[in-house]
């Protein structure tokens, strides 16, 4: 659990970076800095490892005050991925991977076993990587190592500042998910700095969206993209944004609240969805028109309905744009 | 086949014909005689250049690198300029006036000879040393403090590696220049190889001349070539650039 505690930077000759900033990281939560270039997310998410200094106000790590802290032992217990991966040229994968434990003093067989648990984690070989040097590697392979390396020696908190954003959509979008998947095993305490909305609203359990060092909003991403609470929020989204609500949600959401339309056996022009398929990409699909029917199908392939542009937009009406069940914050 | 390297080859075997044409006629004139029949001053000479060499150049690695290393610190950062321009003045003075100068100073003889050439040494060494630390990108030392890296352990684990291709170098440029330098000795009473070549100049005796520059070439190819080797042990596999691997 990080704590931010009216946290203010302000450097010397009076510019404000961040100012007077409350809110908390829960333990597990992936949480986004978003926000256009020099709103202070970077400069924030400095702050919590001591590498950036705080002027006024403070953070807590864990119930702890990090000023309290050693500046050294804070940092070894706070995972740190940066955008351009930070690989040290001169070492190998396994040598990079391994260095907070090596600070640590872990000895030389725990290293190499979580080192093989950590490249299984992420579907690379140790035994065939481990050896090789950062240059030989691919963008996506380098910032992937990058991510482990931050996990190395199991922090319960992990800096992100923009991880995958120097990496193409494709390379990102598998990295995301992967991300997502070894979350679901760690469950880390996570701040993410990213200027992406899609990646914010795909990565968070909940946004800070901030301008000028201040915090606009902090929700869930369904919630800032429906119910944004003032103009700036309301721009920065888009005018999109309801398509981007409906990245949050998938298929097997809408089947449980409205159903799906029934099939119709006459029409043989047909393409099948899985049923775990957000409901963004299902809608994009449909304005294709790649098929006179698309057929919602579960993992084991059994054909559970249809859907149609119409049961997306009722779902959009009814379920995320009117659902009253969330309560407003502020 | 194409054509940069059939120049290429051209220009190798043009080289060395000349190289070859060189020394048949100063073998032919019997130009190497002294280092024969006088071997014993030859080694005596040789091992003084050598030791000149020596002496100087792990002097200017002992002031280069550390200070190199100092001025790339944080704290130090505004006193670069101060000691760039120190250490540009060393190199700008002509190495003959330097020998003057340190005449006046140190009088004549092998410490003087070793001072002026550690002053001479120790620019390449130092700027190869900074621009060295300086090239290393700056998200990497980010990286390294943010995973709680002390900074003693970062010049180590990350900097010096990572610029040890250029102060190598560095090292390598000062060692040989220092080697040829190392002949002006003579003149401020320092002896080495110079001895022969000035005497050759004075006496228009191609023997001397030879039997001195010859071996003092030599030497300067030896040492850059064991140089090279040394680079290429101490120099980490990930961290050199990509055309010599």
């Given at each position: 659990?990080?704590?931010?505690?009216?946290?203010?930077k302000?450097?010397?000759g009076?510019?404000?970076?961040?100012?007077g900033?409350?809110f908390?990281?829960?333990?597990g939560?992936?949480?986004?800095?978003?926000?256009?270039?020099g709103?202070?997310k970077?400069t924030?998410?400095?702050?919590?490892?001591?590498?950036e200094t705080?002027?006024?106000?403070?953070?807590?790590?864990?119930?702890?005050?990090?000023m309290s802290l050693?500046?050294?032992?804070?940092?070894?217990?706070?995972?740190y991925?940066?955008?351009?991966n930070?690989?040290?040229p001169n070492?190998?994968?396994?040598?990079?991977?391994?260095?907070?434990?090596?600070?640590l003093?872990?000895?030389?067989?725990?290293?190499r076993?979580?080192?093989n648990?950590?490249?299984?984690?992420?579907g690379?070989?140790?035994?065939?990587?481990?050896?090789?040097?950062p240059?030989?590697?691919?963008g996506?392979?380098?910032?992937?190592?990058?991510?482990?390396?931050a996990?190395?020696?199991?922090?319960?908190?992990?800096?992100?500042d923009?991880?995958?954003?120097?990496?193409?959509?494709?390379?990102?979008?598998?990295?995301?998910?992967e991300?997502?998947?070894?979350?679901?095993?760690?469950?880390?305490?996570?701040?993410?700095?990213?200027?992406?909305?899609d990646?914010?609203?795909?990565?968070?359990d909940?946004?800070?969206l901030?301008?000028g060092?201040?915090?606009m909003?902090y929700?869930?991403?369904?919630?800032m993209?429906?119910?944004?609470k003032?103009?700036?929020?309301?721009?920065?989204?888009?005018?999109?944004?309801?398509?981007?609500?409906?990245s949050?949600?998938?298929?097997?959401?809408?089947?449980?609240?409205?159903?799906?339309?029934?099939m119709?056996?006459t029409?043989?022009d047909?393409?099948?969805?899985?049923?775990?398929?957000?409901?963004?990409n299902?809608?994009?699909m449909l304005?294709n028109?790649?098929?006179d029917?698309?057929?919602?199908?579960?993992?084991?392939?059994?054909?559970?309905?249809?859907?149609?542009?119409d049961?997306?937009?009722k779902?959009l009406?009814?379920?995320?744009?009117a659902?009253?069940?969330?309560?407003?914050?502020? | 086949m194409?054509?940069?390297?059939?120049?290429?080859?051209?220009?190798?075997f043009?080289?060395?014909?000349?190289?070859?044409?060189?020394?048949?006629?100063?073998?032919?004139?019997?130009?190497?005689?002294y280092?024969?029949?006088?071997?014993?001053?030859?080694l005596?000479?040789l091992?003084?250049?050598?030791?000149?060499v020596?002496?100087?150049?792990?002097?200017?690695?002992?002031?280069?690198l550390?200070?190199?290393?100092?001025?790339?610190?944080?704290?130090?950062?505004?006193?670069?300029?101060?000691?760039s321009?120190?250490?540009n003045l060393?190199?700008?003075?002509?190495?003959?006036a330097v020998l003057?100068?340190?005449?006046?100073?140190?009088?004549?003889?092998?410490k003087?000879a070793?001072?002026?050439?550690?002053?001479?040494?120790?620019?390449?060494?130092?700027?190869?040393?900074?621009?060295?630390i300086?090239s290393i990108?700056?998200?990497?030392?980010?990286?390294?403090?943010?995973?709680?890296?002390?900074?003693?352990q970062?010049?180590?684990?990350?900097?010096?590696?990572?610029?040890?291709?250029?102060?190598?170098?560095?090292?390598?440029?000062a060692?040989?220049l220092?080697?040829?330098?190392?002949a002006?000795?003579?003149?401020v009473?320092?002896?080495?190889?110079g001895v022969?070549?000035?005497?050759?100049?004075?006496?228009?005796?191609?023997?001397?001349?030879?039997?001195?520059?010859?071996?003092?070439?030599?030497?300067?190819?030896?040492?850059?070539?064991?140089?090279?080797l040394?680079?290429?042990?101490?120099?980490p596999?990930?961290?050199?650039?990509?055309?010599?691997t």
């Amino acid at each position: 659990m990080i704590t931010f505690d009216k946290t203010t930077k302000t450097y010397e000759g009076g510019v404000t970076a961040v100012d007077g900033v409350d809110f908390t990281v829960e333990k597990g939560n992936i949480v986004v800095l978003l926000g256009p270039s020099g709103c202070g997310k970077t400069t924030l998410l400095r702050m919590v490892n001591r590498l950036e200094t705080i002027s006024d106000g403070k953070i807590t790590i864990d119930g702890e005050d990090s000023m309290s802290l050693d500046q050294i032992a804070l940092r070894r217990k706070i995972g740190y991925v940066i955008q351009s991966n930070g690989l040290f040229p001169n070492m190998t994968i396994e040598e990079n991977v391994m260095i907070v434990p090596d600070l640590l003093g872990w000895k030389k067989k725990e290293k190499r076993e979580r080192f093989n648990k950590l490249m299984e984690m992420i579907g690379l070989s140790g035994e065939k990587f481990g050896k090789r040097y950062p240059h030989e590697l691919s963008g996506g392979q380098q910032q992937r190592i990058g991510v482990i390396r931050a996990l190395a020696a199991d922090p319960p908190v992990m800096l992100m500042d923009e991880p995958f954003g120097a990496l193409d959509p494709i390379i990102r979008e598998k990295i995301q998910d992967e991300f997502l998947q070894i979350q679901r095993e760690v469950k880390k305490t996570i701040l993410f700095v990213s200027h992406d909305i899609d990646e914010a609203i795909k990565m968070a359990d909940k946004i800070v969206l901030l301008r000028g060092g201040e915090v606009m909003q902090y929700d869930t991403p369904s919630e800032m993209l429906v119910r944004p609470k003032n103009e700036f929020v309301r721009e920065f989204f888009g005018k999109d944004r309801a398509i981007k609500s409906l990245s949050l949600h998938t298929i097997q959401d809408l089947q449980e609240v409205i159903g799906l339309a029934n099939m119709d056996e006459t029409i043989s022009d047909t393409i099948t969805i899985n049923v775990n398929h957000d409901l963004r990409n299902t809608l994009s699909m449909l304005l294709n028109q790649e098929a006179d029917q698309v057929i919602v199908i579960d993992d084991e392939g059994n054909k559970l309905g249809a859907i149609t542009i119409d049961i997306v937009q009722k779902y959009l009406h009814f379920e995320i744009k009117a659902k009253p069940t969330l309560v407003q914050k502020g | 086949m194409n054509k940069k390297k059939v120049m290429s080859l051209v220009v190798s075997f043009f080289v060395y014909g000349i190289v070859a044409v060189f020394f048949i006629w100063a073998i032919s004139n019997s130009y190497f005689d002294y280092i024969f029949s006088q071997s014993s001053t030859f080694l005596y000479l040789l091992k003084q250049h050598m030791q000149l060499v020596l002496v100087s150049s792990l002097l200017a690695v002992g002031v280069a690198l550390p200070v190199g290393i100092l001025v790339t610190r944080r704290s130090f950062r505004r006193a670069e300029w101060l000691v760039s321009n120190t250490v540009n003045l060393g190199q700008t003075i002509p190495s003959l006036a330097v020998l003057a100068l340190m005449i006046s100073i140190l009088g004549i003889g092998f410490k003087t000879a070793v001072f002026a050439l550690f002053i001479y040494s120790l620019l390449p060494m130092y700027r190869n040393t900074v621009a060295g630390i300086d090239s290393i990108d700056e998200n990497l030392i980010d990286a390294a403090r943010g995973m709680g890296m002390k900074p003693i352990q970062i010049l180590f684990r990350i900097e010096l590696p990572n610029a040890s291709y250029s102060i190598l170098a560095g090292i390598r440029t000062a060692v040989v220049l220092n080697i040829g330098t190392a002949a002006l000795a003579y003149v401020v009473g320092g002896g080495g190889l110079g001895v022969w070549i000035f005497t050759g100049i004075q006496l228009f005796d191609n023997g001397y001349l030879i039997s001195g520059a010859i071996p003092v070439t030599l030497l300067a190819i030896f040492v850059d070539y064991l140089l090279r080797l040394l680079e290429r042990k101490i120099v980490p596999k990930g961290s050199k650039p990509p055309q010599e691997t």
